[in-house]
Each structure stands twice: as C-alpha cells, then as structure tokens.
C-alpha cells in the first residue's frame, strides 16, 4: 500500500514527531512511514473527539505551525530540477545505443542549476537585503513570512491567522509587523528566539528547583511549554533565588493566572524575550502605545546613516549587540596587539589562542565607501591605533550607523515641544539654521547609473562628447570621450554620459518642406 512503503511515501521527521505528540504514541522519528499502530491510534481518537472528549487543535498554535527554512525551500526546488533530470535521462536512454554511450551524453545538469536559479531569481521569498542601516539588515534575517509558495495569499488571510495568539510569547514579536496588508503575516522572530530541528520556535526558560530559580536554561517549543507553569522575568526574589510572594503571576496553557510558588517551574529569562530587536531598542516601551510602538520599530530601519554617528543618551542596551551582530561593527577575534593600521585594514599580532597550525597574525579588511542595495553608504573606520592592546571581542573598528560600538540611528538633538506661530501645526517641525549648516542630519548615497550602446537597425549607437543642439556649459563634465570625469561636481539635471542613436527620416510636415525648399539641406 502506498503510505506503507518508504519507497513512495514519506512521512518525514517532523510528521513523525507530530504523530507522536499528538496520539501519545513513542516511536523513533526514524520511522518515516504509517504503521498499523498509528492508523487506529488516529481512528480512537476521531471516535473520543464525536463523544466529546480530547480537544481539537488550534491551526493558529506555534505547536501547529513551523518555520521552513533557506535550506528547505531549496530542498524542495533541487528536488523539482533532479526529477526533470532524471526524466530527460531516461527518455535519452531509451533513444541511445546503450553500449557506446558515455555518462556526459546521458547526463545534462542544466534543468537542476535552472530550478535552483528560478528560485533565487523569481521566488517571492527571495529578497534583496534591506541595508538601509545595520537594524533593518538583522531584521530582515530575522523576518517570518507567512506569505509565498505554500503560504498564505494576503486576499485570503483571514483576522484569527494575522492575531496574536498567546503561543508567540518569546517567540515571535507581537509589536513588529507592518501596517497595511500584510500586518500580521509577516512578523519578526522575538529577541532570544531559536528555530529547532524540527522547524517549530522555541524560546527560553530558567528552571526552577525545589522553589529556587536556577541560572540553567532550557528551550522549549510551545506545545511542551503548554504543559509548564512559567513565572516573569521580573518576579521579586529573595537573595537565595527564591520568590517572595506566596501566590506569582504565571503562564499555563495560555492562560495567564496566580498560581501557588511551589507549582512554578519555569522562569522567563527576560522581559525582552517578549519582543523583536527592533522592539527592544526602544526605550522604556512599557510606557508605549502598542500602535505607536509598532510605528517606532518600524521607522528605525528608515533612518540612513548619517555623515557623522552619534551613540542616543538614552539607550536599552541593545544597541551593541545589534552594532556587532549585524557585521557592522567589528569585534576583535583574539586578544593581541595592533601592528598596523590604516583606512583599509588593521593588522592584530595574536597573544592569545596561539596555534601553530593558523598564522599569528589577524588581518581585518575594512569596507570604504561601498554602495549598498539601498544606495546607501558602507564605510568602516578604525578604532584603534598602532600599539594599543586589544582584548578578544573588544571593538576595533566602526561602521555605517555606529558610534563606538553602538548602534546609532540618529543624533542627540534639542527638542523644543511648543508652537511656533503655526509652522509646526500638526506633524509638521522646525529646523533650526545650525542643524543644517553643520550638517547634522546629512547622509551620503551612493547612486549608480549604466548606459548601454546598442547596435540598432539604423545602425551602432554611439558614446560621444558631440551631441548636436546641446550647449557646450551643459557638457562641461564630460571628457573628451563623452563620459562624465571623475571628481566632476554635478547638479541635479546635468548630463553624465553623452550618447547619439541613429534615427530614421520621418515624413516631413509641410512647414519643414517649405523651409527646406527656401534654406536647402543646411537646415
């Protein structure tokens, strides 16, 4: 039968497990096919649900809904590709003296590297990196669609699919989503957030022993947290670890209730566990609309990095491990000292973990000015200088939107909450003459632009510096090849490539007969 062969059905490991939980059963998750056991397992429990015993599942539930991973997708499309091959093989085997025949002539790889290229090139899953700033690069890594193939059409998602449920506590973020059509189905995965094997989030836990809080952490799913009493990170405790209060707010099956403190068993690890990066940057977001906070973590991965960065005063405390995560910070790999150091790259001579198969010298190369996907600019900066000691981790270089480490979005400026003749009605601000003037808020952007010559039916287009009708103040910027030179300053609206095409004779009015008639071809 087909569900009892594995080489026509496969139940996978994740099926498995899900079997398992779900009819109690205790089967290896090697076992990829339907057993006896599990046909009437599923018929016992249909018949206990119409008696009205057992509950039904809530397709809502994190325990019901897994995260298909980079790895999977493409998994599945070089399955598509192997399948096309092994067709086109068995119809060239069928068609080709089989005693002559060699492996090069059977075998054509093109479909399988073409499905693996329409993924990448056309899949609605595959992106382009934002790199606005550093924030909005981790945070795009770290985005859940519930869009794309296999997902969900936003037309079609209803209100219970887009809602927080109570299983994305410290697993998915309930503040970071879009507005608009999409708010709900795409989510960004919560600060301490790890997807497992199986694909299914799980978020961590401190173990309670004998009513004492441990520093022991464990990740759970939310199906096996369903079954725990969990207490907040912020419960009171004593100096020994253990809770004050006789009765704590704590978590079970969703709900949220006072239990008694020797059923605790779990602690959450901290209160940021609850929300998203962007979410956690923001400071004292207790104190915040849910709407407005939305906004808040949405715009902070707008901000363009500025000419110069400037760390906020007021920061949570996330703003290194965002600056370091993201790639554009640069932490030291060893402990050593710095033995040169310029624009490009900084030499370190490794005193610590010395081994005598790698080389003692750690060599960082630094991005200058490189245009990012956003037209954005990429530059790193050094830190430090030829001599100073450096310890693992520490600092050594800055990048786009960083101030020392730290993440920096914007500037510390003076703020002035107070109507001024009515400039400032509604969302409307004043600037004041020296925020421009010392370039406070100014960014570079990096633009490119291509043209291409092409050989037309009229004949080659052509790169030149002699544009007819054109003054010569307007090609000003052009060297003798028609090109803009480098170093030229340019406005908006000057021309940076000069190019001629071909063009046909067109029916001439009567008007252009008459003057071409009077004046000949000199017109």
């Known amino acids: ?83 096309r091959m092994e067709r086109a093989i068995k119809e060239r085997m069928s068609s080709i003296e089989i005693d002559t025949v060699m492996p090069q002539d059977l075998i054509n790889a093109k479909p399988a590297a073409a499905a693996v290229r329409e993924f990448f090139g056309s899949s609605q899953l595959s992106q382009f990196m934002d790199q606005t700033n550093p924030l909005s690069e981790i945070t795009h890594k770290r985005r859940l669609s519930a869009l794309g193939p296999g997902g969900l059409t936003r037309e079609r998602a209803g209100f219970e699919v887009r809602d927080v449920h109570p299983t994305h506590y410290g697993r998915i973020c309930p503040i970071e989503t879009p507005e608009g059509p999409n708010i709900g189905l795409i989510n960004s995965l919560a600060t301490f957030a790890r997807v497992n094997k199986y694909g299914f989030i799980e978020s961590p836990y401190r173990k309670i022993v004998d009513g004492k809080v441990t520093t022991d952490v464990v990740y759970l799913s939310a199906m096996e947290e369903s079954k725990h009493y969990v207490a907040q990170a ?72 500025l000419v110069r960065a400037e760390a906020p005063f007021v920061g949570t405390g996330m703003e290194s491990v965002v600056a370091r995560d993201s790639g554009a910070a640069i932490g030291a790999r060893r402990a050593g000292i710095v033995d040169q150091v310029d624009a490009t790259r900084i030499v ?61 979005l914007g500037r510390n400026v003076l703020v002035a909450f107070m109507p001024w003749n009515g400039y400032n009605y509604e969302d409307s601000i004043l600037l004041s003459e020296r925020i421009v003037a010392d370039d406070v808020f100014t960014s570079i952007h990096i633009e490119e632009f291509e043209v291409a010559a092409r050989d037309t039916k009229l004949g080659p287009e052509e790169i030149t ?46 008007e252009e007969k008459l003057l071409r008639a009077i004046f000949g071809k000199k017109l």
């Open 348 to 408: 370190i001579h490794a005193t610590e973990d010395l081994d005598p198969t790698k080389s003692g010298v750690d060599i960082y190369r630094l991005q200058k000015f490189q245009r990012s996907n956003q037209s954005t600019c990429i530059n790193q900066r050094p830190l430090v200088r030829v001599g100073d000691r450096i310890e693992k981790g520490d600092i050594i270089a800055d990048g786009p939107s960083t101030d020392l480490g730290d993440l920096a």
């Open 1 to 83: 039968s087909l569900f009892f062969d594995p080489e026509r059905y496969d139940l996978s490991a994740v099926g498995r497990v899900k079997m398992n939980m779900r009819m109690d059963l205790d089967c290896p998750d090697t076992v990829r096919i339907l057993r006896k056991e599990d046909i009437l397992a599923v018929v016992k429990m249909l018949v206990e649900l119409r008696d009205g015993r057992g509950e039904i599942d809530d397709i809502d539930n994190l325990g019901n809904r897994r995260v298909r991973s980079v790895g999977e997708l493409m998994e599945n499309q070089y399955r598509v590709g192997l399948l």
């Open 234 to 305: 912020n419960s009171s405790l004593d100096a020994q670890a253990r809770f004050t209060e006789e009765f704590v707010v704590c978590r079970h099956a969703g709900e949220v209730l006072m239990a008694p403190r020797d059923h605790v068993d779990l602690m959450d690890v901290s209160p940021k566990q609850l929300v998203s990066v962007a979410a956690a940057l923001i400071p004292f977001l207790e104190n915040d609309d849910a709407n407005r906070a939305l906004m808040g973590s949405n715009m902070q991965r707008q901000a363009v990095p």
């Open 465 to 510: 510096r002699d544009i007819p009708n054109v003054s010569e103040e307007a090609l000003k910027n052009l060297d003798e090849a028609g090109i803009v030179y480098i170093g030229a300053e340019v406005q908006p609206g000057d021309i940076l490539v000069g190019k001629i095409t071909p063009k046909g004779e067109s029916p001439m009015t009567p």
